[in-house]
Protein backbone atom coordinates (compact mmCIF):
# COMPACT_ATOMS: atom_id res chain seq x y z
CA UNK A 1 0.00 0.00 0.00
CA UNK A 2 2.58 2.30 0.56
CA UNK A 3 4.50 2.08 -2.22
CA UNK A 4 1.46 2.49 -4.18
CA UNK A 5 0.54 5.97 -2.78
CA UNK A 6 3.91 7.17 -2.63
CA UNK A 7 3.64 6.43 -6.91
CA UNK A 8 1.13 8.45 -6.45
CA UNK A 9 2.47 11.44 -5.11
CA UNK A 10 5.79 11.25 -7.06
CA UNK A 11 4.80 14.72 -8.99
CA UNK A 12 2.85 16.21 -6.40
CA UNK A 13 -0.16 15.78 -8.63
CA UNK A 14 -3.02 15.74 -5.72
CA UNK A 15 -1.21 18.32 -3.47
CA UNK A 16 -1.56 20.37 -6.62
CA UNK A 17 -4.84 19.43 -7.14
CA UNK A 18 -5.83 20.81 -3.41
CA UNK A 19 -4.03 23.75 -3.86
CA UNK A 20 -6.21 24.92 -6.84
CA UNK A 21 -9.48 24.35 -4.76
CA UNK A 22 -8.39 25.53 -1.37
CA UNK A 23 -9.16 28.57 -0.06
CA UNK A 24 -6.28 28.08 2.97
CA UNK A 25 -4.21 25.62 3.69
CA UNK A 26 -2.50 25.36 7.18
CA UNK A 27 0.63 24.33 6.38
CA UNK A 28 1.50 23.92 2.94
CA UNK A 29 5.00 23.12 3.69
CA UNK A 30 3.51 20.64 5.95
CA UNK A 31 0.80 19.31 3.70
CA UNK A 32 3.43 18.07 0.95
CA UNK A 33 5.57 16.55 3.81
CA UNK A 34 2.82 14.34 4.67
CA UNK A 35 2.03 13.64 0.90
CA UNK A 36 5.93 12.73 0.70
CA UNK A 37 5.53 10.14 3.55
CA UNK A 38 4.54 7.49 0.90
CA UNK A 39 2.11 6.36 4.24
CA UNK A 40 -1.82 6.45 4.65
CA UNK A 41 -3.08 9.68 6.30
CA UNK A 42 -6.59 9.98 8.38
CA UNK A 43 -8.19 12.39 6.76
CA UNK A 44 -11.52 13.89 8.95
CA UNK A 45 -14.68 15.78 7.45
CA UNK A 46 -17.12 16.16 10.62
CA UNK A 47 -20.88 17.48 9.89
CA UNK A 48 -23.54 18.36 12.66
CA UNK A 49 -26.53 16.46 11.58
CA UNK A 50 -28.69 19.52 12.35
CA UNK A 51 -30.50 19.03 8.78
CA UNK A 52 -30.45 15.70 7.38
CA UNK A 53 -29.68 16.92 3.69
CA UNK A 54 -26.80 16.99 1.71
CA UNK A 55 -26.41 19.52 -1.05
CA UNK A 56 -24.44 20.73 -3.58
CA UNK A 57 -21.72 23.02 -0.97
CA UNK A 58 -21.36 19.73 1.30
CA UNK A 59 -19.89 18.64 -2.31
CA UNK A 60 -17.27 20.80 -2.96
CA UNK A 61 -15.10 19.16 0.07
CA UNK A 62 -16.52 15.83 0.10
CA UNK A 63 -15.64 15.62 -4.25
CA UNK A 64 -11.95 16.32 -2.76
CA UNK A 65 -11.78 13.76 -0.15
CA UNK A 66 -12.79 10.99 -2.94
CA UNK A 67 -9.83 12.49 -4.40
CA UNK A 68 -7.73 11.73 -1.18
CA UNK A 69 -9.51 8.37 -0.88
CA UNK A 70 -8.85 6.85 -4.35
CA UNK A 71 -5.03 7.83 -3.41
CA UNK A 72 -5.49 5.33 -0.67
CA UNK A 73 -5.47 7.67 2.38
CA UNK A 74 -8.18 6.71 4.86
CA UNK A 75 -11.16 9.36 5.02
CA UNK A 76 -12.95 9.72 8.30
CA UNK A 77 -16.69 11.18 8.32
CA UNK A 78 -17.32 12.44 11.79
CA UNK A 79 -20.78 13.11 12.69
CA UNK A 80 -21.26 15.44 15.16
CA UNK A 81 -24.34 13.36 17.08
CA UNK A 82 -22.66 15.26 20.48
CA UNK A 83 -21.44 18.39 19.38
CA UNK A 84 -25.31 18.56 17.46
CA UNK A 85 -26.70 18.76 21.07
CA UNK A 86 -24.76 22.36 21.01
CA UNK A 87 -25.40 23.42 17.59
CA UNK A 88 -22.53 25.36 15.71
CA UNK A 89 -22.41 28.63 16.72
CA UNK A 90 -20.15 29.55 13.69
CA UNK A 91 -21.93 32.49 11.43
CA UNK A 92 -24.72 32.78 13.70
CA UNK A 93 -26.20 35.55 15.39
CA UNK A 94 -27.68 33.89 17.86
CA UNK A 95 -27.85 30.17 19.85
CA UNK A 96 -29.04 27.42 17.37
CA UNK A 97 -32.11 25.71 19.13
CA UNK A 98 -30.66 22.08 20.79
CA UNK A 99 -31.37 19.11 19.21
CA UNK A 100 -32.22 15.63 21.16
CA UNK A 101 -29.97 12.50 21.14
CA UNK A 102 -32.18 10.62 18.92
CA UNK A 103 -32.73 13.48 16.47
CA UNK A 104 -28.85 13.84 15.62
CA UNK A 105 -28.75 9.85 15.48
CA UNK A 106 -31.75 9.96 12.81
CA UNK A 107 -30.38 12.72 10.93
CA UNK A 108 -26.55 10.96 10.80
CA UNK A 109 -27.84 7.61 9.33
CA UNK A 110 -29.29 10.06 6.37
CA UNK A 111 -26.17 11.67 6.27
CA UNK A 112 -23.87 8.49 5.69
CA UNK A 113 -26.20 7.14 2.96
CA UNK A 114 -25.94 10.57 1.12
CA UNK A 115 -22.67 11.02 1.53
CA UNK A 116 -21.99 7.17 -0.10
CA UNK A 117 -22.76 9.25 -3.00
CA UNK A 118 -19.26 10.98 -3.39
CA UNK A 119 -17.53 8.46 -1.57
CA UNK A 120 -16.63 4.82 -1.31
CA UNK A 121 -18.39 3.86 1.79
CA UNK A 122 -16.30 0.65 1.65
CA UNK A 123 -13.39 2.82 2.50
CA UNK A 124 -14.77 5.35 4.52
CA UNK A 125 -14.84 5.47 7.87
CA UNK A 126 -18.17 6.87 9.76
CA UNK A 127 -17.50 7.39 13.51
CA UNK A 128 -20.26 9.57 15.82
CA UNK A 129 -18.22 11.34 18.57
CA UNK A 130 -20.17 10.57 21.11
CA UNK A 131 -18.12 7.59 21.20
CA UNK A 132 -15.29 9.60 23.23
CA UNK A 133 -17.19 13.06 23.79
CA UNK A 134 -20.29 11.16 26.35
CA UNK A 135 -17.39 9.73 27.88
CA UNK A 136 -15.89 12.69 29.56
CA UNK A 137 -16.54 13.24 32.98
CA UNK A 138 -16.58 16.70 34.53
CA UNK A 139 -12.90 16.73 35.09
CA UNK A 140 -12.47 15.82 31.54
CA UNK A 141 -14.01 18.75 30.81
CA UNK A 142 -12.12 20.97 32.98
CA UNK A 143 -9.20 19.68 31.82
CA UNK A 144 -10.18 20.10 28.21
CA UNK A 145 -11.68 24.00 28.79
CA UNK A 146 -7.88 24.23 30.32
CA UNK A 147 -6.15 24.34 26.81
CA UNK A 148 -7.83 27.52 25.67
CA UNK A 149 -7.97 30.87 27.29
CA UNK A 150 -11.66 32.71 26.96
CA UNK A 151 -9.60 36.16 25.16
CA UNK A 152 -8.80 33.50 22.29
CA UNK A 153 -12.69 32.07 21.96
CA UNK A 154 -13.77 35.83 21.70
CA UNK A 155 -11.50 36.59 18.66
CA UNK A 156 -14.08 34.53 16.89
CA UNK A 157 -15.73 37.11 14.71
CA UNK A 158 -19.79 35.27 15.60
CA UNK A 159 -18.90 35.49 18.68
CA UNK A 160 -17.21 38.97 18.57
CA UNK A 161 -20.15 40.91 16.97
CA UNK A 162 -22.72 38.83 19.09
CA UNK A 163 -21.17 40.37 22.24
CA UNK A 164 -20.55 44.01 21.04
CA UNK A 165 -24.10 43.80 20.41
CA UNK A 166 -25.33 42.93 23.83
CA UNK A 167 -26.92 39.67 22.29
CA UNK A 168 -26.59 36.79 24.44
CA UNK A 169 -24.16 33.80 24.07
CA UNK A 170 -24.72 30.43 25.85
CA UNK A 171 -21.64 29.15 27.86
CA UNK A 172 -22.11 25.44 26.32
CA UNK A 173 -21.53 27.88 22.80
CA UNK A 174 -17.91 28.37 23.92
CA UNK A 175 -16.96 24.85 24.82
CA UNK A 176 -18.12 24.29 20.82
CA UNK A 177 -15.04 24.83 19.10
CA UNK A 178 -12.82 22.97 22.18
CA UNK A 179 -15.32 20.00 21.52
CA UNK A 180 -14.88 20.14 17.68
CA UNK A 181 -11.25 20.26 18.29
CA UNK A 182 -11.05 17.50 20.62
CA UNK A 183 -12.25 14.96 17.74
CA UNK A 184 -8.55 15.44 15.92
CA UNK A 185 -7.39 14.76 19.66
CA UNK A 186 -9.53 11.12 19.83
CA UNK A 187 -9.05 10.55 16.28
CA UNK A 188 -5.50 11.59 16.13
CA UNK A 189 -6.33 12.60 12.14
CA UNK A 190 -3.59 14.15 10.24
CA UNK A 191 -5.67 16.49 8.14
CA UNK A 192 -8.99 18.26 8.50
CA UNK A 193 -10.74 19.68 5.87
CA UNK A 194 -14.06 22.05 5.89
CA UNK A 195 -15.02 25.29 4.41
CA UNK A 196 -13.99 28.53 5.38
CA UNK A 197 -16.43 29.07 7.97
CA UNK A 198 -15.17 26.64 9.83
CA UNK A 199 -11.38 27.84 9.66
CA UNK A 200 -11.44 28.73 13.38
CA UNK A 201 -12.70 25.28 14.66
CA UNK A 202 -10.53 23.47 12.30
CA UNK A 203 -7.31 25.12 13.99
CA UNK A 204 -8.65 24.64 17.49
CA UNK A 205 -8.27 21.45 16.75
CA UNK A 206 -4.54 21.87 15.31
CA UNK A 207 -3.84 23.62 18.83
CA UNK A 208 -5.17 21.15 21.15
CA UNK A 209 -3.25 18.06 19.54
CA UNK A 210 -0.16 19.98 20.23
CA UNK A 211 -1.56 19.88 23.77
CA UNK A 212 -2.13 16.57 23.95
CA UNK A 213 1.46 15.64 22.27
CA UNK A 214 0.54 14.61 19.25
CA UNK A 215 1.74 16.20 16.04
CA UNK A 216 -0.64 19.24 14.67
CA UNK A 217 -3.14 17.98 12.34
CA UNK A 218 -2.83 19.90 8.83
CA UNK A 219 -6.12 22.21 7.93
CA UNK A 220 -7.51 22.62 4.91
CA UNK A 221 -10.37 25.04 4.26
CA UNK A 222 -12.67 25.05 0.79
CA UNK A 223 -15.01 27.75 -0.66
CA UNK A 224 -18.11 28.14 0.35
CA UNK A 225 -20.69 27.73 -2.90
CA UNK A 226 -23.20 30.39 -3.23
CA UNK A 227 -26.54 29.38 -3.15
CA UNK A 228 -29.36 30.12 -5.78
CA UNK A 229 -29.81 33.55 -4.11
CA UNK A 230 -26.10 34.44 -5.90
CA UNK A 231 -25.97 36.29 -1.95
CA UNK A 232 -25.73 33.83 0.96
CA UNK A 233 -23.75 30.49 1.40
CA UNK A 234 -25.78 27.32 -0.06
CA UNK A 235 -27.86 26.46 2.63
CA UNK A 236 -31.20 24.35 3.32
CA UNK A 237 -32.18 26.61 5.73
CA UNK A 238 -32.06 29.54 3.03
CA UNK A 239 -33.66 27.54 0.64
CA UNK A 240 -31.19 28.08 -1.67
CA UNK A 241 -29.80 24.65 -2.22
CA UNK A 242 -29.43 22.14 -4.15
CA UNK A 243 -29.35 18.75 -2.71
CA UNK A 244 -27.61 15.83 -3.83
CA UNK A 245 -30.49 13.65 -2.92
CA UNK A 246 -33.23 14.94 -4.59
CA UNK A 247 -34.82 13.73 -7.52
CA UNK A 248 -33.41 13.98 -11.28
CA UNK A 249 -36.60 16.34 -11.88
CA UNK A 250 -36.12 18.88 -8.86
CA UNK A 251 -32.26 19.00 -9.42
CA UNK A 252 -32.35 20.08 -13.22
CA UNK A 253 -34.94 22.61 -12.63
CA UNK A 254 -32.86 24.11 -9.81
CA UNK A 255 -29.43 23.94 -11.71
CA UNK A 256 -31.15 25.92 -14.72
CA UNK A 257 -31.52 28.55 -11.73
CA UNK A 258 -28.08 29.39 -10.87
CA UNK A 259 -27.25 33.08 -11.10
CA UNK A 260 -24.81 33.84 -14.19
CA UNK A 261 -22.97 35.26 -12.21
CA UNK A 262 -21.76 32.05 -10.08
CA UNK A 263 -22.26 29.77 -13.21
CA UNK A 264 -18.27 29.35 -13.65
CA UNK A 265 -17.68 28.78 -10.04
CA UNK A 266 -20.40 25.96 -9.89
CA UNK A 267 -18.99 23.93 -12.72
CA UNK A 268 -15.52 24.70 -11.05
CA UNK A 269 -15.87 23.33 -7.72
CA UNK A 270 -19.03 20.88 -8.05
CA UNK A 271 -17.96 18.91 -11.47
CA UNK A 272 -15.17 17.54 -13.32
CA UNK A 273 -16.06 19.44 -16.39
CA UNK A 274 -12.60 20.39 -18.04
CA UNK A 275 -12.08 24.21 -17.40
CA UNK A 276 -11.60 25.33 -21.25
CA UNK A 277 -14.77 23.45 -21.71
CA UNK A 278 -17.14 25.12 -19.75
CA UNK A 279 -15.53 28.30 -20.35
CA UNK A 280 -16.59 27.91 -23.78
CA UNK A 281 -19.80 26.82 -22.92
CA UNK A 282 -19.98 30.38 -20.99
CA UNK A 283 -18.48 32.42 -23.31
CA UNK A 284 -20.75 31.48 -26.29
CA UNK A 285 -24.19 30.55 -24.77
CA UNK A 286 -25.21 31.50 -21.13
CA UNK A 287 -28.38 29.45 -21.60
CA UNK A 288 -26.81 26.31 -23.26
CA UNK A 289 -24.43 26.37 -20.19
CA UNK A 290 -26.96 26.00 -17.76
CA UNK A 291 -28.35 23.74 -19.87
CA UNK A 292 -24.99 21.49 -19.85
CA UNK A 293 -24.57 22.28 -16.26
CA UNK A 294 -27.70 20.62 -15.47
CA UNK A 295 -27.12 17.72 -17.30
CA UNK A 296 -23.74 17.09 -16.34
CA UNK A 297 -24.72 17.31 -12.32
CA UNK A 298 -28.17 14.82 -13.04
CA UNK A 299 -25.53 11.94 -14.34
CA UNK A 300 -23.48 12.46 -11.59
CA UNK A 301 -25.68 11.67 -8.68
CA UNK A 302 -28.61 9.53 -11.05
CA UNK A 303 -26.77 8.69 -14.03
CA UNK A 304 -27.96 9.40 -17.54
CA UNK A 305 -30.98 8.03 -17.86
CA UNK A 306 -32.34 10.41 -15.69
CA UNK A 307 -31.49 12.97 -17.77
CA UNK A 308 -33.79 13.18 -20.80
CA UNK A 309 -37.17 13.04 -18.62
CA UNK A 310 -35.67 15.70 -16.12
CA UNK A 311 -34.93 17.72 -19.12
CA UNK A 312 -38.31 17.35 -20.87
CA UNK A 313 -40.25 18.25 -17.63
CA UNK A 314 -38.00 21.60 -17.14
CA UNK A 315 -39.11 22.68 -21.09
CA UNK A 316 -42.65 21.35 -20.33
CA UNK A 317 -42.43 23.98 -17.28
CA UNK A 318 -40.48 27.09 -18.99
CA UNK A 319 -42.50 26.99 -21.75
CA UNK A 320 -45.92 27.56 -19.58
CA UNK A 321 -47.45 23.91 -19.93
CA UNK A 322 -47.83 21.61 -17.35
CA UNK A 323 -45.13 18.65 -17.36
CA UNK A 324 -46.92 15.01 -18.84
CA UNK A 325 -47.88 12.85 -15.84
CA UNK A 326 -44.90 10.39 -15.71
CA UNK A 327 -42.83 13.61 -15.42
CA UNK A 328 -44.54 15.15 -12.73
CA UNK A 329 -44.62 14.87 -9.07
CA UNK A 330 -47.38 12.35 -7.49
CA UNK A 331 -49.21 13.09 -3.73
CA UNK A 332 -51.63 10.45 -3.35
CA UNK A 333 -54.28 10.49 -0.76
CA UNK A 334 -57.55 8.73 0.75
CA UNK A 335 -61.06 10.47 -0.15
CA UNK A 336 -61.66 14.00 -0.66
CA UNK A 337 -59.49 16.93 0.61
CA UNK A 338 -59.23 20.35 0.50
CA UNK A 339 -57.39 22.70 -1.74
CA UNK A 340 -55.98 24.10 0.94
CA UNK A 341 -54.55 21.42 2.92
CA UNK A 342 -53.59 19.55 -0.38
CA UNK A 343 -51.76 22.76 -1.47
CA UNK A 344 -49.46 22.20 2.06
CA UNK A 345 -49.14 18.76 1.89
CA UNK A 346 -47.96 18.69 -1.67
CA UNK A 347 -45.25 21.72 -0.59
CA UNK A 348 -46.70 24.19 -2.58
CA UNK A 349 -47.86 26.35 0.40
CA UNK A 350 -45.77 26.62 4.09
CA UNK A 351 -49.07 26.90 5.91
CA UNK A 352 -52.77 26.52 5.54
CA UNK A 353 -52.56 30.26 6.01
CA UNK A 354 -50.40 31.26 2.77
CA UNK A 355 -52.77 28.14 0.82
CA UNK A 356 -55.61 30.58 1.37
CA UNK A 357 -53.24 33.70 0.52
CA UNK A 358 -52.35 32.16 -2.86
CA UNK A 359 -55.95 30.98 -3.73
CA UNK A 360 -57.27 34.78 -2.77
CA UNK A 361 -54.49 36.08 -5.06
CA UNK A 362 -55.68 33.90 -8.07
CA UNK A 363 -52.40 31.71 -7.88
CA UNK A 364 -53.71 28.59 -7.64
CA UNK A 365 -54.80 26.06 -10.75
CA UNK A 366 -57.21 22.52 -10.83
CA UNK A 367 -56.38 20.90 -14.25
CA UNK A 368 -56.19 24.24 -15.39
CA UNK A 369 -58.59 26.05 -13.94
CA UNK A 370 -57.93 29.29 -11.33
CA UNK A 371 -59.48 28.40 -8.04
CA UNK A 372 -61.29 30.85 -6.37
CA UNK A 373 -63.33 29.11 -3.65
CA UNK A 374 -61.34 29.12 -0.51
CA UNK A 375 -63.09 26.20 1.07
CA UNK A 376 -62.54 24.26 -2.50
CA UNK A 377 -62.16 20.54 -2.39
CA UNK A 378 -60.90 17.95 -4.75
CA UNK A 379 -62.81 14.16 -4.76
CA UNK A 380 -61.29 12.80 -8.19
CA UNK A 381 -57.80 12.80 -9.61
CA UNK A 382 -56.36 16.31 -11.15
CA UNK A 383 -53.70 18.84 -11.44
CA UNK A 384 -53.08 21.07 -8.37
CA UNK A 385 -50.32 23.89 -9.62
CA UNK A 386 -49.06 27.24 -8.57
CA UNK A 387 -48.07 29.68 -10.59
CA UNK A 388 -46.37 28.91 -14.27
CA UNK A 389 -43.96 26.13 -12.76
CA UNK A 390 -45.03 24.35 -9.93
CA UNK A 391 -47.39 21.17 -10.28
CA UNK A 392 -48.29 18.17 -8.53
CA UNK A 393 -50.62 15.42 -9.64
CA UNK A 394 -53.27 14.86 -6.73
CA UNK A 395 -54.16 11.35 -6.86
CA UNK A 396 -57.45 9.69 -5.41
CA UNK A 397 -58.19 6.19 -3.39
CA UNK A 398 -60.90 5.50 -1.83
Not at 263 to 284: C, S
Request: glycine residues 8%; negative net charge.
Amino acid sequence: MAMDIAGAFEDNALFETVRRVAVDIFSEEGLKKRFAAGKPLKIKLGADPSRPDLHLGHSVPLRMLRKMQDAGHEIIFVIGDFTGMVGDPSGRSKARPPMTYEETRANGQSYFEQVSKILDPAKTQITYNSEWLGKMDFADVLKLAGKYTLARIMERDDFKNRFSASQPIGLHELFYPLMQGYDSVALEADIEVGGTDQTFNLLVGRELQKDYGQEPQEVITFPLLPGLDGVEKMSKSLDNYIGIDEPPEAMFEKCMKVPDSALRDYFRLTTDMPEEVYNGLLAQDIREAHFAYAREIVTMYHGEGAIERAEQRYRDIASGQAPDNENMETLTISGRASVVELLRRAGLAASNSDARRLIAGGGIKINGETVADLDAKIDSDAVLSRGKNKFVKIKIIN
